[in-house]
């Protein structure tokens, strides 16, 4: 390319770019390949080597950062960054709209309702529609400048879009970390044994907090806007200096229409933003943010909510650095802070030994935890914990509760490191650790009373043959009183023999033996679940039952064979392997075998398949049919089945609550089936 021309390759490289960056980042529809965004950074970056001149402050290839900075330089903000008082229930709540509506004398005022993003406040400067200026709040007054990291964050675009903006044009807004990126952050962090982040809070904070900005961009973090600093224009003397004055055209009576321009020019603004009537509104936005709390991709800890109406708002004022005109109406703490009293050690179905804290009971995400898992012995290296010691522990929605990390500073004198047994806690065989495994494992097999138990429990559980009236409470008392030892005793119990058994009715005894009965006939895929070996999961079992056909032809199969079904790579073929080589399980299967029974796999030629070469995709929720069910009756007769929707789906089964993938499908023009499409189809074909 000539040099004469390479100006205009620039520029044009810029709008392609940042539109590209816009559309992937913001609007979240990416319109061409990685590849080709790939090839246009790559070409920018070459042509700004060689050129250093047609390098600009602008340009997008920032976003991969430059130069370390020795330190952070202070930025004094032209208009003072906020933050906002807090309540936490809806007495506090309407306590706060009455002193609003004492002092405005008036009650029907709209809110500008959103989520509270629980990340850290910034300040992003944009001179004549170009960033100049990033800082972090700070004091409100002084923050610090992290332009060059800001600059390397992907949704935050480094020169506005539209004409309509006014020369300085200061947002506010919160930059966070997904949940997603924190995650792959904190399992990358692990892999390497380094340190990882307690919260998405602390792995944004840390993020923007460092020198060198090619680090920063590696962190995948996001920003929504949710406010404006100064907004003016620049204005020249006849000497040359330039001031600059507020823009009241720009400035219209609105927080949320404002947040809205802000929008327009190409800023990210959270979906989740609502211009709500009247405070009525306020409690329901709270719950349904609540509610949703899980599926948002980003951690949120309350909801804000702001007078919309800018002349009420400055007839409110502030106090201190809050104003009076805005809300953070929180959620309960999903944190909290208590003792770990004990130590003690689970074995599960398969051995592992599972260490468990007893904790100082803690009223956290809305529930009293008294328990939480401490994994492994790695975990506990990890976390440097002993008992005694102080730890935060978090539980966020149905989610079980974690030991987030140790409070150091508050490390008593009687903290006693935490041991892990010799022997199995349950029947005192010998423990062994695999290599490149860091569970604990009992070798006592079936031997081991609590494996037994697990063992059972499983093989009674829903998903595998499913014993109606046999729950896991009553599995323990059965193996307790000797009643049984094998899932195969469980059929042999009578009501007689099961009706001797302490708190035991007649009624449940007979249901339980109803259950039982019922349970005798499965289907192979069931069975093959059931039985509990290492990393079998339904689909594997399921897998394992279409390609096989038989029992018996799975029994015998060697390790090459079975790494030729799907899913079955070496290590659970050697599981598979192992488990019928053991003695006791050789005697309870065969012992299942004479007692159950399920029906043959019906196999249909190739050219009787009428669902040969079509390819499924199943999302949502189905509520008549498992998944696997589903997936099995499909690869019945002939259907493939995939888990991603791509242009080559033909149909895709949507159950209820069907998320992303529907979206997609529908945006390709596959076929949409409902689950009882699914069901006629399946009926049709005699798969059912
Ligand atoms: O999402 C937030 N964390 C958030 C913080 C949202 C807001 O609308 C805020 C804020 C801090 C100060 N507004 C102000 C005035």
Request: charged share 25%.
């Amino acid at each position: 390319m000539q040099n004469t021309l390479l100006p205009e390759r620039v520029k044009e490289l810029h709008q392609l770019i940042n539109q590209y960056n816009h559309q992937y980042y913001v609007l979240d529809e990416p319109t061409v390949p990685d590849a080709e965004y790939d090839r246009l950074m790559k070409e920018l970056i070459q042509i700004e080597k060689e050129n250093p001149a047609l390098k600009t402050i602008d340009s997008p290839s920032q976003k991969v950062g430059g130069e370390a900075l020795k330190a952070f330089t202070q930025v004094t903000h032209q208009i003072p960054m906020l933050s906002l008082d807090n309540v936490f229930s809806k007495e506090e709540w309407d306590a706060f709209v009455k002193r609003i509506v004492d002092r405005i004398h008036q009650n029907d005022f709209k809110l500008c309702a959103e989520p509270k993003l629980d990340g850290l406040a910034v300040s992003l400067r944009y001179e004549k529609g170009v960033l100049v200026q990033a800082a972090t709040r700070g004091d409100g007054s002084v923050g610090e400048n992290i332009t060059e990291n800001v600059r390397t964050i992907k949704c935050i675009p480094l020169t506005l879009t539209g004409e309509e903006y006014p020369d300085v044009l200061e947002v506010r807004g919160e930059v966070f970390m997904p949940k997603a990126s924190f995650e792959k952050l904190n399992e990358n962090a692990i892999k390497k044994g380094e340190k990882t982040f307690a919260n998405p809070r602390n792995a944004a904070a840390g993020s923007l907090r460092q020198l060198d900005s090619k680090i920063t961009s590696k962190r995948n973090l996001a920003f929504y806007a949710y406010g404006l600093g100064f907004v003016g224009n620049m204005i020249e003397n006849a000497n040359g200096e330039v001031t600059t004055v507020e823009n009241t055209e720009w400035l219209v009576n609105s927080h949320h229409q404002r947040l809205c321009q802000v929008k327009a020019l190409g800023l990210p603004m959270c979906p989740e933003v609502q211009l709500l009537d009247g405070s009525d509104d306020c409690e329901a936005f709270y719950q349904h943010i609540l509610s949703s709390r899980e599926s948002l991709s980003y951690e949120i800890d309350g909801t804000v909510l702001k007078v919309d109406d800018i002349e009420l708002q400055q007839k409110l004022g502030f106090v201190a650095k809050a104003p009076r005109w805005a809300m953070a109406y929180k959620f309960p703490a999903q944190e909290e802070l208590t003792i770990l009293e004990d130590v003690e050690f689970q074995v599960g179905r398969t051995g592992a030994i599972t260490p468990v804290a007893r904790l100082k009971p803690v009223f956290v995400g809305g529930v009293t935890v008294s328990n939480a898992t401490l994994h492994n012995q790695d975990e506990i290296e990890r976390l440097g914990i002993k008992i005694n010691d102080t730890v935060i522990i978090r539980r966020a929605g149905d989610v079980i509760p974690q030991i987030v990390s140790v409070v150091a500073d508050k490390r008593p004198d009687n903290a006693t490191d935490i041991v892990f047994p010799n022997s199995c806690p349950v029947c005192d065989s010998a423990v062994l650790k695999a290599e490149g495994e860091a569970v604990l494992r009992c070798t006592g097999g079936l031997f081991c009373g609590a494996q037994r138990k697990e063992a059972i429990k499983h093989f009674a559980s829903r998903k595998a043959i499913d014993v109606d009236g046999l729950g896991d409470k009553l599995v323990e008392q059965l193996v307790d009183e000797k009643l049984i030892a094998t899932p195969a005793d469980l059929f042999r119990l009578t009501e007689l023999s099961v009706s001797t058994m302490e708190r035991m009715g007649q009624k449940s005894a007979s249901n339980l033996i109803n259950g039982l009965e019922k349970a005798r006939v499965t289907t192979l895929p069931k069975f093959i679940y059931s039985l509990g070996i290492r990393e079998v999961g339904e689909t594997t079992a399921s897998n394992l039952a279409q390609h096989f056909l038989t029992f018996d032809a799975i029994k015998s199969a060697s390790e090459e064979e079975l790494q030729n079904v799907p899913d079955v790579g070496v290590i659970v073929a050697k599981n598979i392997i192992n488990f019928f080589k053991q003695a006791h399980n050789v005697e309870v299967v065969n012992d299942l075998e004479t007692i159950m029974s399920w029906p043959e796999i019906k196999v249909l030629a190739a050219d009787e398949q009428p669902l040969l070469d079509q390819t499924f995709v199943l999302t949502g929720t189905l509520s008549q049919m498992g998944r696997n069910e589903a997936k099995s009756a499909l690869q019945s007769l002939g259907a493939k089945v995939s888990g991603s929707v791509s242009a080559k789906t033909h149909y895709l089964v949507a159950g209820e609550k069907a998320g992303s993938k529907l979206t997609k499908a529908q945006g390709l023009g596959v076929e949409v089936l409902t689950e009882d499409d699914l069901i006629s189809l399946l009926n049709t074909h005699g798969a059912l």
